[in-house]
């Protein structure tokens, strides 16, 4: 990444033809649009009855079917048309009431039949889109289309020997690709155009969301133009990214390296390249393919795919309230910031988890802090997320009231939350086990007040001299002698009583 935003500033500090250099608002901008492939999450394949199940012995879940034997036929899998229904409503596409599949024809060792099942001149469904969140605002990102297909198998190239090893089982797992606008205009809104689009995937229990692992894989076409030209420019193509992060990078990468060209006079070629994540570069790895160069043509085997609109309805009757829904809600019924919805939304359990603290304990900007502050710093980095919490709702709620009510200062609440994370136990039970139910009683903190009084004599005459701000001073002396365990605000009392008393 440091070389890509190395090469901007060498072309911007080595002396750029001005012929070359766009008009005089200066600079170029860049146009993305995304192509996302989801794994769906059916139990079988596309057009056949293998289990999709990951991580099975290779070629383990594979018939004559997948494997793409002569003589045999594909039977669409209700569930995978069920699941694209569902994202086409939820990203307030057009669902085509008749669609068909095609064959796209190439020939790679992982593609058995020689061409891959998609749909390709009527889709399941076009023109929606997405609203994303960013910094300042939102932005309303276009969707061209969203169809099926059948995903290939893989090939494993790290046996030593002069040879590659082909597993099938991921042949025929239904996918659908979602293809953006060119509506996007930097790494970070394709980064957040990325994440609303999982976070809705995953919300519809559709895909699992899981980049690293393949089942949610983005290709980035980017190009750039002069600032203020209405037309694209040419387009290459980056492929393998398999993290968020990794767009945002080899998008940076791809606009610093096509920006260099163009300020020294060259033309972009339109090509595929794939990102390398350890070097942190793309390379080209083919000129682009054309549609022509596929030779579609309807699939023969597959009637149209016809649905009925009173299923469709159906379908959308049964979509879940959606990321941007709840956003919205948390900010309207709850009264949070945008930020905290954005953030306590981000899962569909993490929203369920913070609604029944809420529930319990009806102070929900309270309620936001902890969950955002204390229990998210806890999860990191457990990718179980929430469900892994060993700190109930209940159990924070049942805290909270234990500070409303001053059993427990805010301090002790620290110690008593990250107690309860380490064991489980109710508030309860461990501020009774670890003495930590907070002072509140004249005749015990008076003596402490007394002795912190005896023990600074020269800031008593400073205070009483006018410097009120030594009060936190003497504050802060008087709770850590009661290791925390006394009364704030009766501390606060006893000490201005005495200091004024004499
Ligand atoms: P293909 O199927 O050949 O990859 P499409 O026309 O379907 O091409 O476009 C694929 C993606 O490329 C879409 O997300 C679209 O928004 C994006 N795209 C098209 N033209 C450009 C361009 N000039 N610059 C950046 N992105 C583009
Ligand atoms: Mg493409
Ligand atoms: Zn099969």
Same mark, same amino acid.
């Given at each position: 990444?440091?070389?890509?935003?190395?090469?901007?500033?060498?072309?911007?500090?080595?002396?750029?033809?001005?012929? *070359?250099?766009?008009?005089?608002?200066?600079?170029?901008?860049?146009?993305?649009?995304?192509?996302?492939?989801?794994?769906?999450?059916?139990?079988?394949?596309?057009?056949?009855?293998?289990?999709?199940?990951?991580?099975?012995?290779?070629?383990?879940? *594979?018939?004559?079917?997948?494997?793409?034997?002569?003589?045999?036929?594909?039977?669409?899998?209700?569930?995978?048309?069920?699941?694209?229904?569902?994202?086409?409503?939820?990203?307030?596409?057009?669902?085509?009431?008749?669609?068909?599949?095609?064959?796209?024809?190439?020939?790679?060792?992982?593609?058995?039949?020689?061409?891959?099942?998609?749909?390709?001149?009527?889709?399941?469904?076009?023109?929606?889109?997405?609203?994303?969140?960013?910094?300042?605002?939102?932005?309303?990102?276009?969707?061209?289309?969203?169809?099926?297909?059948?995903? *290939?198998?893989?090939?494993?190239?790290?046996?030593?020997?002069?040879?590659?090893?082909?597993?099938?089982?991921?042949?025929?797992?239904?996918?659908?690709?979602?293809?953006?606008?060119?509506?996007?205009?930097?790494?970070?809104?394709?980064?957040?155009?990325?994440?609303?689009?999982?976070?809705?995937?995953?919300?519809?229990?559709?895909?699992?969301?899981?980049?690293?692992?393949?089942?949610?894989?983005c290709d980035a076409n980017v190009s750039l133009r002069p600032r203020g030209q209405a037309a694209f420019g040419v387009r290459s193509e980056v492929k393998n990214m398999n993290s968020f992060r990794n767009v945002e990078r080899a998008l940076e990468y791809e606009i610093a390296r096509q920006e260099k060209v163009l300020r020294q006079g060259g033309t972009i070629v339109q090509e595929t390249r794939l990102w390398d994540a350890a070097r942190g570069v793309s390379v080209s790895m083919r000129g682009k393919e054309e549609a022509h160069d596929y030779r579609y043509?309807?699939?023969?085997?597959?009637?149209?795919?016809?649905?009925?609109?009173?299923?469709?309805?159906?379908?959308?009757?049964?979509?879940?309230?959606?990321?941007?829904?709840?956003? *919205?809600?948390?900010?309207?019924?709850?009264?949070?910031?945008?930020?905290?919805?954005?953030?306590?939304?981000?899962?569909?359990?993490?929203?369920?988890?913070?609604?029944?603290?809420?529930?319990?304990?009806?102070?929900?900007?309270?309620?936001?802090?902890?969950?955002?502050?204390?229990?998210?710093?806890?999860?990191?980095?457990?990718?179980?997320?929430?469900?892994?919490?060993?700190?109930?709702?209940?159990?924070?709620?049942?805290?909270?009231?234990?500070?409303?009510?001053?059993?427990?200062?805010?301090?002790?609440?620290?110690?008593?939350?990250?107690?309860?994370?380490?064991?489980?136990?109710?508030?309860?039970?461990?501020?009774?086990?670890?003495?930590?139910?907070?002072?509140?009683?004249?005749?015990?903190?008076?003596?402490?007040?007394?002795?912190?009084?005896?023990?600074?004599?020269?800031?008593?005459?400073?205070?009483?001299?006018?410097?009120?701000?030594?009060?936190?001073?003497?504050?802060?002396?008087?709770?850590?002698?009661?290791?925390?365990?006394?009364?704030?605000?009766?501390?606060?009392?006893?000490?201005?009583?005495?200091?004024?008393?004499?």
């Open positions: 990444m440091s070389r890509a935003k190395g090469e901007v500033s060498n072309a911007g500090t080595g002396a750029p033809d001005p012929r *070359a250099a766009p008009g005089a608002t200066g600079g170029y901008e860049a146009v993305i649009g995304l192509e996302v492939h989801a794994q769906l999450l059916t139990r079988s394949k596309i057009f056949c009855g293998c289990s999709t199940a990951f991580g099975a012995p290779p070629n383990s879940h *594979a018939c004559p079917v997948c494997l793409g034997m002569p003589g045999v036929l594909p039977v669409l899998n209700r569930r995978a048309v069920e699941y694209a229904v569902k994202v086409a409503l939820a990203t307030h596409c057009t669902v085509a009431l008749s669609s068909i599949f095609a064959r796209k024809n190439y020939f790679y060792p992982d593609l058995p039949k020689g061409y891959q099942i998609s749909q390709y001149e009527l889709p399941l469904a076009t023109n929606g889109y997405l609203d994303i969140p960013l910094d300042g605002g939102g932005k309303r990102v276009g969707l061209q289309r969203i169809h099926l297909e059948e995903d *290939a198998g893989k090939l494993l190239h790290e046996t030593p020997g002069p040879y590659s090893l082909v597993d099938f089982n991921r042949s025929g797992v239904p996918l659908i690709e979602i293809v953006s606008q060119p509506d996007l205009r930097t790494p970070e809104e394709a980064g957040a155009y990325l994440r609303e689009l999982r976070s809705i995937l995953v919300y519809l229990e559709v895909c699992d969301g899981n980049m690293e692992e393949g089942s949610l894989r043509f309807p699939e023969p085997d597959l009637l149209p795919l016809v649905l009925e609109q009173a299923w469709v309805d159906q379908v959308r009757a049964s979509l879940p309230e959606l990321p941007a829904e709840k956003r *919205a809600r948390f900010v309207g019924e709850y009264g949070l910031p945008p930020y905290d919805a954005q953030v306590l939304t981000s899962s569909k359990a993490l929203a369920n988890y913070f609604e029944e603290c809420v529930r319990l304990y009806p102070k929900p900007k309270v309620v936001s802090n902890w969950v955002m502050g204390d229990v998210l710093r806890e999860l990191k980095g457990d990718e179980r997320g929430i469900e892994a919490a060993p700190v109930t709702p209940e159990h924070l709620a049942r805290m909270l009231r234990l500070m409303d009510s001053g059993t427990i200062s805010g301090k002790l609440a620290k110690t008593v939350f990250e107690e309860m994370w380490r064991s489980g136990d109710d508030p309860e039970e461990i501020v009774k086990r670890q003495g930590l139910v907070q002072v509140s009683d004249e005749g015990a903190i008076g003596p402490a007040v007394e002795a912190v009084l005896q023990a600074h004599p020269g800031e008593v005459e400073a205070y009483r001299g006018g410097n009120d701000k030594l009060l936190g001073f003497f504050v802060g002396q008087v709770m850590k002698a009661t290791q925390g365990k006394a009364n704030p605000q009766l501390v606060n009392e006893i000490l201005l009583r005495k200091l004024r008393g004499g």
